[in-house]
């Protein structure tokens, strides 16, 4: 299984960009969102975290194709794999479709919003009722995350959490510091969740708890 690539990016296209290894150059299909975030970094290192999987029915030549994914995160990569769980969304069509921020698609479909996701390539009304259907409540880490597009360095490098005073407010810490935020603003955010919430018992429910003042906040116009 090849779970990530690091090499020379050579070239850059609306649905794969190239990236050179050695004396190898490998073809790796990425997202919209992604390409436009590597377009500014060509001939430089990148480091991309990759799916490797078989397209095509087995038991005949020609009949299958080595393809690879790439993601900027392994948080781009997560989101992935949850998106093409839903039924009648295979990894191209679920590439194509991601052609906005994960962050903000993951917020469409936590907030059941139909507008965002059918104007999501390849998505029409019915497919966007099926993903907020199969996947509203699983995604909600994902909605949280701090779009960043074009800026590339700034997700690629993720600080480790420290070790922890509480082992949930841990977990939730090292779920933000992923998703991109700093490490003062998501200790903040974990103190005031749990202060409102003193029933807390697991990191998925802080990160709830966070996403729901979040949403109260813009509501507010915050």
């Keep these: 299984m090849i779970s990530a690539i690091t090499g020379k990016l050579v070239r850059v296209q609306e649905d794969r960009v190239t990236i050179q290894v050695g004396g190898l150059s490998y073809d790796v299909l990425v997202s919209p969102s992604t390409a436009r975030a590597l377009a500014a970094r060509r001939e430089q290192e990148v480091r991309l975290e990759t ?4 397209q095509g ?3 005949g030549v020609g009949n299958t194709v080595p393809v690879l994914v790439g993601f900027l995160t392994e948080v781009d990569k997560e989101f992935f794999e949850h998106f093409i769980t839903v039924g009648g969304i295979g990894p191209r ?3 194509k479709a991601l052609a906005i921020p994960t962050p903000r698609i993951a917020r469409a479909i936590e907030n059941a ?3 965002t996701l059918s104007s999501l390539p390849g998505i029409g009304k019915q497919k966007a009722a099926k993903i907020v259907a199969e996947l509203k409540g699983k995604v909600t880490r994902f909605a949280l995350g701090v779009e960043v597009e074009g800026e590339v360095e700034a997700r690629a490098e993720v600080p480790v959490a420290a070790e922890p005073v509480d082992e949930v407010a841990a977990e939730a810490l090292e779920v933000l510091l992923q998703l991109g935020y700093r490490r003062q603003e998501a200790e ?3 103190r005031q969740a749990m202060a409102k919430r003193a029933d807390i018992r697991s990191a998925e429910a802080i990160i709830q708890e966070i996403y729901r003042s979040t949403q109260r906040a813009v509501e507010r116009g915050g």
């Design 51 to 54: 799916i490797f999987y078989i």
């Design 57 to 59: 029915a087995p038991g």
């Design 113 to 115: 919003d139909i507008v």
């Design 93 to 95: 069509a679920a590439l």
């Design 188 to 190: 903040e955010m974990i």
